[in-house]
């Protein structure tokens, strides 16, 4: 299992909910349009299953995105992310938003983010954190930088340091052994 400085572990046992950007995190950024005008993502599947981790470990993930995809909406329904903001070039708005609905404070938030638009979060969350490959502001700006780039398990990355931090990363492992 990964090690992890303990100053980074005390900020990750305090999360109660992960907020993370779409492109460049959930996929490597790169939008594909076929000659029909379908927008095409590729998704990791690591990903996939840290975020379900996340959700039956009783933490929420939320999507806020600056831009609206179908095929954004459609992979968060398969994964059982109901909290999908799309469209939302302000993301503080909705930050705040999910401060109160969840009636928790910017220390038990966890945010990813791989670009400009993501620093304001990236600032003000308790774990603040980009992508291997982020823009150098949100790394240096960040509490920790995945070791894999956006798309490439970044999300899994983080699921597993909080999961580590909260004691529930040892008996997921576990579940795959039996």
Same mark, same amino acid.
């Given at each position: 299992?990964?090690?992890?400085?303990?100053?980074?572990?005390?900020?990750?046992?305090?999360?109660?909910?992960?907020?993370?950007?779409?492109?460049?995190?959930?996929?490597d950024g790169? %939008?594909?349009?076929?000659?029909? =005008?379908?927008?095409?993502? /590729?998704?990791n599947i690591?990903? &996939? #299953? !840290?975020?379900?981790?996340?959700?039956?470990?009783?933490?929420?993930?939320?999507?806020?995105?600056?831009?609206?995809?179908?095929?954004?909406?459609?992979?968060?329904?398969?994964?059982?992310?109901?909290?999908?903001?799309?469209?939302?070039?302000?993301?503080?708005?909705?930050?705040?938003?999910?401060?109160?609905?969840?009636?928790?404070?910017?220390?038990? %938030?966890?945010?990813?983010?791989? =670009?400009?638009?993501?620093? /304001?979060?990236?600032?003000?969350? &308790? #774990? !603040?954190?980009?992508?291997?490959?982020?823009?150098?502001?949100?790394?240096?700006?960040?509490?920790?930088?995945t070791p894999?780039?956006?798309?490439?398990?970044?999300?899994?990355?983080?699921?597993?340091?909080?999961?580590?931090?909260?004691?529930?990363?040892?008996?997921?492992?576990?579940?795959?052994?039996?």
């Open positions: 299992m990964m090690t992890y400085p303990e100053e980074l572990l005390n900020k990750a046992k305090k999360i109660k909910l992960v907020i993370t950007d779409v492109d460049g995190v959930l996929t790169k %939008v594909h349009l076929d000659q029909k =005008d379908n927008e095409l993502k /590729a998704f690591k990903d &996939g #299953l !840290g975020i379900k981790w996340l959700l039956n470990a009783a933490i929420p993930v939320a999507i806020i995105t600056g831009r609206a995809s179908n095929v954004v909406t459609r992979r968060m329904q398969e994964l059982g992310v109901t909290e999908v903001y799309q469209k939302q070039p302000d993301k503080r708005a909705c930050f705040q938003m999910l401060l109160q609905k969840y009636q928790i404070n910017c220390e038990e %938030v966890a945010y990813l983010g791989d =670009d400009l638009p993501d620093l /304001a979060l990236i600032n003000q969350c &308790g #774990l !603040g954190v980009t992508v291997a490959d982020g823009h150098w502001s949100l790394k240096e700006s960040s509490h920790w930088i894999n780039k956006g798309g490439d398990g970044a999300f899994r990355d983080l699921a597993e340091l909080i999961l580590s931090a909260q004691q529930q990363l040892e008996s997921i492992l576990q579940g795959y052994q039996s």
